[in-house]
């Protein structure tokens, strides 16, 4: 029998087709219109980074940042490098989400994208479309199911506004898939990547770890609660919400002070 030294030494991988692999991120922030008072409820809202295409396919529409895995560099590598090299934003941290191998889903060819989600602090650095991205921005997210039954996805970033529907597939292991049924002008699939990594974002919110990384190392309760309500879609009284959070949170000894409101007092995550 021939050993494995001989086996490969004969093998040829040119005989069997290969896809080309990319790496798609959909990095979200929680803004707030207003940072200057703890106490007033200001309103959040839940931002999603997308790039506008600078070349062919789908030129001049709107995407995921992205890009192909390059020889030698694992994806994860890959997708922190195009995120980088697309918006001039780099995650701490990239959470999977699926992969992507619809055989028509890229019209270039047979292409697996391995899509990520990641949250990006509000005091990251400013984006700038670059590379292959001719504009970069934060698109405001929407993401509801209407009377059919179907999800509707609206990203609105001043004139600019992407409305898809996609109908929801369950599969094994609590993973739910979505089906497009209309792109919203959105490249690609990406419209069933954003909506997977909504729901893989909202599952994971529901147990308050997730919330930590849309917020400083000390914030108030109000901050806490807004954030997990810009994510859920979902309202909370605020007591219940105290409760539900007492086991994940200390208190410091600190304080913040917003005009005419009595002071706040800051948390830290519980160690």
Not at 45 to 65: D, E, Q, S
Not at 142 to 154: D, H, P, R, T, V
Not at 224 to 232: D, G, L, R, S
């Amino acid at each position: 029998m021939d050993s494995e030294k001989e086996f490969l030494a004969g093998y040829d991988l040119e005989k069997y087709e290969r896809p080309s692999v990319t790496a798609d991120v959909a990095a979200f922030m929680v803004s707030s219109e207003d940072r200057t008072s703890y106490r007033r409820n200001p309103e959040n809202k839940l931002l999603l980074l997308l790039i506008k295409r600078g070349g062919h396919p789908f030129k001049g529409m709107w995407a995921l940042p992205g890009g192909f895995l390059q020889k030698g560099e694992t994806i994860e590598e890959c997708a922190l490098r195009e995120i980088k090299e697309e918006t001039n934003v780099l995650p701490n941290a990239l959470k999977p989400v699926g992969v992507f191998s619809e055989p028509e889903r890229d019209p270039r060819g047979w292409i697996i994208s391995n899509a990520y989600v990641s949250v990006i602090s509000e005091e990251s650095v400013e984006q700038v479309g670059s590379d292959d991205a001719s504009d970069a921005q934060w698109f405001s997210v929407s993401f509801k199911q209407n009377g059919s039954g179907e999800y509707e996805l609206a990203l609105t970033y001043g004139d600019v506004e992407l409305r898809a529907l996609l109908t929801e597939e369950k599969s094994g292991f609590g993973v739910t898939r979505f089906r497009i049924r209309d792109s919203g002008g959105l490249a690609f699939d990406h419209a069933a990547i954003i909506a997977a990594a909504l729901s893989s974002l909202r599952t994971d919110a529901r147990n308050f770890e997730t919330i930590f990384d849309f917020l400083p190392e000390k914030f108030t309760l109000t901050e806490f609660q807004k954030v997990q309500e810009t994510i859920m879609n979902v309202s909370v009284l605020p007591g219940n919400f105290r409760r539900m959070v007492s086991g994940y949170v200390e208190e410091t000894e600190e304080f913040v002070r917003g005009d005419g409101h009595r002071p706040a007092r800051l948390y830290r995550r519980k160690q």
